[in-house]
């Protein structure tokens, strides 16, 4: 942080609380935040991060305290309506475009400076200048739709959009996951950015699961747990397992650490799914490729295999998951070329069940309460018995659940009142809980606290050892040490494996700046045009 010395604080918390119903979501919450500081908001899932945030922005109205931004104090209980009046821009962890926008028309909503004739290529000219700066490899183009963009790419565009000036300056960025679905290099830049923008006053505060994202980033962290903020740490001088420690998430940690070398899957232990099947050769999904000699490449996913699709982000990792998904739908083995994988044949033996990171457009039914949010998938099979719907197993199959990933709240609560995380959670279980062959991940710990993410991994290390064979795309390199395999893609194909353990930040993108790194740049931007 650059010293902005005798400036008033830009933001002042005091004592503020917020209960829903019987919920106590904030409790006498206080904090602060210099100019020019980057401040991290760690805690479990519903520990109350987003709550107070909201509160801040004035955009859920709290039951007592104050709020203070550059030196202009109200009180906690009354609502904001344009927050950007009082320099403030938030990002929130569901992202908050219109699917059928341009994007130069989104920059324009969101823009206010832009108007006239030119109002479509001047906010995205300011857009752009942002985007650049942020992410240099963006490739996002004014005509695309955002409802054809990546979710990464959708929050490149939420994040560059709350920096673009539009005449009215912000002193305060909430920024609640930012990074949640970037990949490293895109983080990495766009943390260079907020630094340098720190250094011109700008304050920040950021709530994210990474905790080494916070530590080697901001100046100070606040933690929070159930709803209390119990203290200050100095991001320079803390450790994740000294953060995890007070959000009193460290036993779960030690609980579920990541396999040992050469505790990989067999074929010999691929034997307990119900309804496992293999193809012939033995496989569940089979990847076949052209290669640069023109020799076909041939890449098999066996029962009990956990393999990750790894890259750098719009390198097709992402595309291939979903036409392996695809193609689970599609007759038994037969291999498909589709329009989106064009350099990837896909074939799949067996049925699979998906779980998605934007759950906002993938993944919630949001009018339905927890509970058939979370059996929905499950009514076929295994909640139903003789064509009817059995109750007994559809609660037992809930209560399991609820259990396995610590879900907190009633059933019958509506999914839209449980905290980001939670609703995450609940999409994993109502995929596991189906028993297919083959499950498929989209970044399926997206906003999910470092408790569950142990749960989560140990539990799909057990249903692999019962013969499921399981997909991962996943954004955060750490986490793909969990896997057995880790396909490393780039410009739609796959370049090089890696075992779980060898997958390192620094392998996967070693592997994919490999051979065609030129071709990658210019082809990634033309991608979702499809
Ligand atoms: N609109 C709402 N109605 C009812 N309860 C709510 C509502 N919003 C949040 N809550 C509850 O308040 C608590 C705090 O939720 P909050 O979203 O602030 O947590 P969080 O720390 O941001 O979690 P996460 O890391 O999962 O995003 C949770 O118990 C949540 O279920």
Not at 81 to 99: C, D, I, K, M, S
């Amino acid at each position: 942080m650059t010293e902005h010395h005798g400036d008033a604080p830009t933001l002042v918390v005091e004592d503020v609380s917020k209960s829903f119903g019987s919920t106590r979501a904030v409790r006498s919450a206080s904090f602060h935040v210099a100019r020019g500081e980057l401040i991290g908001i760690a805690g479990h899932n519903g520990a109350g991060k987003s709550t107070v945030l909201k509160v801040v922005n004035g955009s859920v109205p709290g039951d007592v305290g104050s709020v203070t931004i550059s030196g202009v104090r109200r009180s906690a209980t009354e609502a904001v309506a344009h927050p950007e009046h009082l320099g403030v821009r938030t990002v929130y962890q569901e992202l908050a475009l219109a699917p059928s926008l341009r994007v130069d028309e989104t920059a324009a909503v969101f823009d206010p400076s832009a108007r006239g004739r030119r109002w479509r290529s001047d906010a995205w000219k300011s857009l752009k200048a942002v985007l650049d700066e942020m992410f240099p490899a963006h490739g996002i183009r004014p005509g695309h739709v955002i409802s054809d963009l990546s979710f990464a790419r959708r929050q490149m565009i939420e994040c560059a959009m709350t920096m673009v000036d539009a005449g009215r300056p912000a002193s305060l960025v909430i920024l609640d996951e930012p990074t949640s679905s970037l990949d490293g290099t895109a983080t990495e830049s766009f943390y260079a950015y907020l630094k340098r923008r720190a250094a011109g006053g700008l304050s920040a505060i950021v709530t994210t699961h990474r905790l080494n994202e916070m530590i080697e980033n901001l100046d100070r962290i606040y933690v929070m747990r159930d709803g209390r903020v119990l203290g200050e740490h100095v991001a320079a001088t803390s450790s994740k397992e000294s953060l995890v420690a007070a959000m009193g998430l460290a036993e779960h940690e030690e609980a579920h650490r990541a396999p040992e070398a050469g505790e990989g899957p067999s074929l010999t232990r691929a034997v307990a799914v119900a309804n496992a099947e293999a193809s012939d050769s033995g496989s569940v999904v089979e990847l076949v490729q052209q290669g640069e000699d023109g020799a076909e490449e041939r890449f098999e996913i066996r029962p009990g295999e956990i393999i990750g699709f790894a890259g750098l982000e719009g390198h097709g990792q992402l595309e291939a998951l979903e036409a392996v998904h695809r193609a689970a739908a599609r007759r038994p083995g037969k291999r498909g070329r589709d329009r989106r994988t064009e350099h990837l044949g896909v074939s799949v033996v067996g049925d699979a069940a998906y779980v998605s990171g934007d759950r906002g457009v993938r993944g919630i039914f949001p009018i339905w309460d927890v509970a058939k949010n979370l059996s929905f998938s499950s009514l076929k099979r295994p909640v139903t018995r003789g064509g009817l719907i059995s109750k007994a197993r559809e609660r037992e199959l809930i209560d399991e659940w609820y259990r396995r990933l610590g879900i907190k709240g009633a059933p019958s609560d509506l999914i839209t009142s449980l905290s980001g995380g939670t609703q995450q959670k609940a999409l994993m279980a109502r995929a596991m809980a189906v028993h297919s062959s083959l499950l498929l991940l989209e970044d399926p710990t997206r906003g999910v606290d470092q408790a569950t993410k142990g749960d989560f991994y140990g539990i799909l290390r057990e249903q692999a050892d019962k013969g499921q064979t399981i997909v991962w795309y996943s954004t955060e390199n750490e986490e793909l040490r969990n896997c057995d395999r880790v396909l490393v893609f780039q410009v739609g194909r796959v370049v090089g494996t890696l075992t779980g353990e060898e997958a390192t930040e620094d392998a996967v993108i070693a592997l994919s700046f490999g051979q065609r790194t030129r071709t990658a740049q210019t082809q990634d931007s033309s991608k979702e045009e499809i």
